[in-house]
């Protein structure tokens, strides 16, 4: 069981599962939206996905054509996003979970990208 949030509480969520995975991404694209050096993502089934609260508050952006990026209206958190042509997937910020256990990221993508300061033992 996971929970989460954004930052102004407006948005609550809970997945009624474990997660599998976790993913770091450094594309230019999960920097920018992120405000981070790196995105942090764990793809989950929308089927196990439930907003408790604020989903009023949810706004959706399309930067690319089939993927909406979905946030907090009133704080600006990013929660999820997904691929129009997988609806069935949601890719979960997991900066936003509150409770439950994430797993170390066993993936990097776009490490051309990564800063070389940057050190993460994804090995184990
Ligand atoms: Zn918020
Ligand atoms: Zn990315």
Not at 43 to 62: A, H, M, R, V
Request: aromatic share 12%.
């Amino acid at each position: 069981m996971i929970q989460g949030q954004c930052l102004c509480g407006a948005v609550k969520y809970r997945y009624a599962a474990e997660l599998e995975q976790s993913i770091l991404c450094f594309c230019q694209h999960c920097r920018l939206a992120q405000g981070a050096l790196f995105g942090w993502n764990s793809p989950i089934g929308k089927s196990k996905f439930q907003l408790l609260q604020g989903e009023t508050d949810l706004q959706e952006y399309f930067h690319t054509e089939n993927k909406a990026r979905v946030f907090c209206r009133k704080c600006g958190s990013p929660i999820y996003s997904y691929r129009k042509d997988l609806p069935n997937v949601l890719r979960l910020r997991l900066g936003t979970v509150t409770q439950g256990v994430i797993p170390a990221p066993k993936e990097q993508a776009y490490q051309e990208y990564k800063p070389e300061f940057i050190c993460i033992d994804s090995s184990s």
